[in-house]
């Protein structure tokens, strides 16, 4: 009879920490720590190979958190293991781990304990944990996330060059309400602060790419009356310092999309492309997330997943209400926001279902909530059904929906006791009451 057995693996910076329990989550061997180094994983190669030979009949489940890339090489080595020896590896969400682990009620987090927390998440959710035998992400991970690093840095150095502005050189902020354009940046890599601006030519200024004579006089003039607070050479040399890296950094993210565009081969991006409003980036950051679309059942799975579904709060005499869940990683929400707002622009669904919550009086911020949660069902069906994105599939399934009537659920709360005036209920219950006419089965 074939033995289950169970490795819970917990990645630190340079080594990492193993247990393996068996399927009533008895310790089969106590925990132990190897190095990430190329001795380090031939042991653990060695000690694997005579745990097969001692347990001829088992299969072993190996399972590492997604820690940010530490435990990647554990996952590779592992999966390329899974060729000579009965294995089977996976990567598994810390937040799942972390709650299984809260509701074991061990108190005491140590490494030992995280590692034994892995190995009994795998053994209790065993239906939430997806073996893998090849990762055909870990390519366009690590470079979909070197870009979000460099346009995080892009981002920093904007807001510090707007501050360093509203004291150097206000005026030129009226011109970036809606971004800082290339042009505002070549203007101001030239003519840093209002001060050296006053003093350009009209003509000078109206030689730098998109800016127009009109526009060049309209500058100076403001520059001339200037109420900037800081002129001096060290605020000149600091945003031209900025200007250069935000200008280098804007080069290098474009490069960078680029290339993910054209090595990226994998079907699934390519369909969800076919959605107006998801590009290359988008479309590999939700693939990253999602992994396989299998692994939800349903799509309001793949919405709890991402933390966009709509939760409903009711408790006692408290006020009540639905709003987005916001559960797990924010990462996820990002992209999806990004995509809902690029959507509602250019995507002639996503624009009518957006202007129908409008009318029906929701604010802009929820709208978007709204149309986040439909992007994410209509992604879960390109996938599911691996076609690509047909609007008249959209509509069709809404006017199928217009059409079911739905049934009106008798009350059942008060199915063995009429409504009591005498009770003791607060003023708020009181108005609930009266509000709902209650009738008794």
């Known amino acids: 009879m074939a033995h289950n057995y169970y490795l819970g693996i917990d990645v630190s910076k340079g080594y990492a920490d193993f247990i393996i329990l068996d399927q009533k989550k008895n310790c089969v061997e106590k925990c132990f720590q190897i190095d990430d180094t190329f001795t380090g994983h031939n042991q653990l190669y060695k ?83 997806d073996y893998q035998h090849q990762d055909y992400f870990s390519s366009a991970r690590r470079q979909w996330t070197f870009i979000k690093m460099l ?17 150097a050189n206000p005026e030129i902020l009226i011109h970036c309400k809606n971004g800082v354009r290339l042009w505002t940046l070549k203007l101001l890599l030239n003519y840093p602060t209002a001060n ?26 403001q520059a001339k ?14 945003i031209k310092a900025m200007v250069k890296q935000i200008i280098s950094l804007r080069g ?20 969800l492309k076919t959605f107006n409003g998801i590009g290359t980036y988008s ?26 579904h709509p939760v409903f709060r009711e408790s006692g005499d408290g006020l009540s209400g639905t709003k987005m869940s916001k559960k797990g990683r924010k990462e996820p929400r990002q992209i999806l926001f990004n995509v809902a707002r690029f959507a509602i622009v250019h995507n002639p669904l996503i624009t009518e279902i957006y202007k129908n919550h409008l009318k029906k009086g929701m604010s802009k911020m929820a709208a978007i909530g709204a149309i986040m949660y439909k992007i994410l069902r209509i992604v879960y069906g390109m996938l599911k059904n691996e076609t690509p994105f047909n609007p008249e599939i959209d509509r069709k399934n809404r006017e199928k929906f217009k059409k079911i009537i739905p049934k009106i659920k008798p009350e059942t709360k008060r199915r063995y006791q009429p409504i009591d005036s005498k009770a003791p209920i607060s003023r ?12 008794p089965k």
């Open 47 to 129: 000690y694997l190979s005579e745990f097969f030979s001692s347990n001829p009949d088992c299969h072993l489940y190996a399972a590492v958190e997604s820690t940010g890339g530490y435990e990647n090489n554990w996952y590779n080595n592992l999966n390329q293991w899974q060729a000579n020896l009965p294995l089977s590896v996976a990567r598994v969400n810390p937040y799942g781990v972390n709650y299984n682990g809260k509701a074991t009620l061990a108190r005491i987090v140590t490494d030992k304990q995280s590692a034994k927390n892995i190995a009994d998440y795998m053994i209790s959710h065993s239906e939430k944990v």
């Open 151 to 167: 346009t995080k840095q892009k981002t920093q150095l904007l807001n510090q060059l707007e501050s360093m502005l509203y004291i």
């Open 196 to 221: 050296c601006l006053s003093r350009a030519r009209v003509g000078s200024i109206s030689k730098i790419p998109y800016v127009s004579k009109s526009l060049a006089e309209e500058i100076s003039k």
């Open 225 to 238: 009356q200037s109420i900037a607070s800081s002129n001096d050479a060290t605020t000149e040399e600091v």
């Open 252 to 271: 290098l993210i474009v490069q960078q999309n680029k290339l993910l565009e054209n090595s990226i081969n994998l079907p699934q991006v390519e369909l």
């Open 283 to 308: 479309a590999v950051g939700l693939m990253l997330e999602i992994v396989s679309v299998n692994r939800f059942k349903t799509s309001k799975q793949l919405a709890s997943f991402f933390g966009i």
């Open 428 to 439: 708020r219950q009181n108005i609930k009451r009266k509000e709902k006419e209650i009738i």
